[in-house]
């Protein structure tokens, strides 16, 4: 009995390699339009704790922060939250007080709110700078 070699065709190669690439093709837009979806939801949560803790701030020290490293410092925060969208710390536009039309003056250099320095829009439609 004369056995030949062992191993795969050509054709069950590519047969096997045009499955994985419908495979990939079907799951591929899925798997990326959820990995923008949870970036939106990180950057809405960064936002939210972040302004709990200019407020928490706000209402111990009678003041706003001067800057995020401040928050952080007084331990208010861990660490400055990074921008998913961006992928830096350091794109967040921050705002004074009564620069979003809140109506409050106050301190010149002082942080009031941040938004998001992303450009682009989110699935819902706003501009990532709107949240």
Known sequence: MR???????????LVVMAIVATLL??????????VDRSKETVLKTNLRITREAIDQFHADARRYPQTLQELVDQRYLREIPQDPITERRDTWIL????????????????????????AGVGRDGTEYGSW
Do not use: H, M, N, W
């Not at 056995?3 to 190669?13: A, K, N």
């Not at 705002?95 to 992303?118: F, H, Q, V």
């Open 3 to 13: 056995q030949g070699p062992s191993g795969f065709t050509l054709i069950e190669l």
């Open 25 to 34: 093709a079907l799951v591929g837009p899925r798997y990326f339009a959820s």
């Open 95 to 118: 705002l004074a007080p009564g620069a979003d039309g809140s109506g409050r003056g106050g301190e010149a250099r002082a942080i009031y709110d941040l938004r998001s320095g992303a």
